[in-house]
T-cell receptor, first 113, second 116 residues
């Protein structure tokens, strides 16, 4: 069935360094790849997304890249800050049919001051 | 983007009882979903709530355990029936909304359920 794998499960970086989280999806019909940030006790918040017709998207310190051939997509956070500490989830979806989100297992990011 | 209100925000329930969770959106939305997030885990789709018809359940979830209603395009309920401690989770509704010209999926604030 449809599956999304996410790595690493935990990531600890020094403030100011970059963080990279990687995901792989199995459903070649997926065409939408959002990233959610979830702080403790709060709902998942959409931070950035990318559709299959582009290879890269950037929003300030956050960027996402997509390799459709390899079925890989990655989240890049530059100049990390302590408030970036949270759990990050990648997901894949078919936004022209089911709209269901298949989530990765999550990455706990800790930014050390 | 749509404002999604979910209630209750949390509840502690006895095993064998049922709890109904409500999800209200401030605008009409075409798609509504219910997810479960077990402690320390990722999100798993329970079902797609279909307006005016039976929900579409994912593998491992059944209507008798998780009955869902969606009477209109702004409201849905999820009931967790005959609860056991294994049902302790966060339950989240999600809607397909728009931001600018693009469709995106947003989440309600969640219901933290603890079953004793």
């Amino acid at each position: 069935g449809e599956n999304v794998e996410q790595h690493p499960s935990t990531l600890s970086v020094q403030e100011g360094d970059s963080a990279v989280i990687k995901c792989t999806y199995s459903d070649s019909a997926s065409n939408y790849f959002p990233w959610y940030k979830q702080e403790l006790g709060k709902r998942p918040q959409l931070i950035i997304d990318i559709r299959s017709n582009v290879g890269e998207k950037k929003d300030q310190r956050i960027a996402v890249t997509l390799n459709k051939t390899a079925k890989h997509f990655s989240l890049h956070i530059t100049e990390t800050q302590p408030e970036d500490s949270a759990v990050y989830f990648c997901a894949a979806s078919r936004m022209d049919s089911s709209y269901k989100l298949i989530f990765g297992s999550g990455t706990r990011l800790l930014v050390r001051p | 983007s749509a404002v999604i209100s979910q209630k209750p925000s949390r509840d502690i329930c006895q095993r064998g009882t049922s709890l109904t969770i409500q999800c209200q959106v401030d605008s009409q939305v075409t798609m509504m979903f219910w997810y479960r997030q077990q402690p320390g885990q990722s999100l798993t789709l329970i079902a797609t709530a279909n307006q005016g018809s039976e929900a579409t359940y994912e593998s491992g979830f059944v209507i008798d355990k998780f009955p869902i209603s969606r009477p209109n395009l702004t409201f849905s309920t999820l009931t967790v029936s005959n609860m056991s401690p294994e049902d302790s989770s966060i339950y989240l509704c999600s809607v397909l909304g728009t931001k600018g010209t693009n469709e995106k999926l947003f989440f309600g604030s969640g219901t933290q359920l603890s079953v004793l």
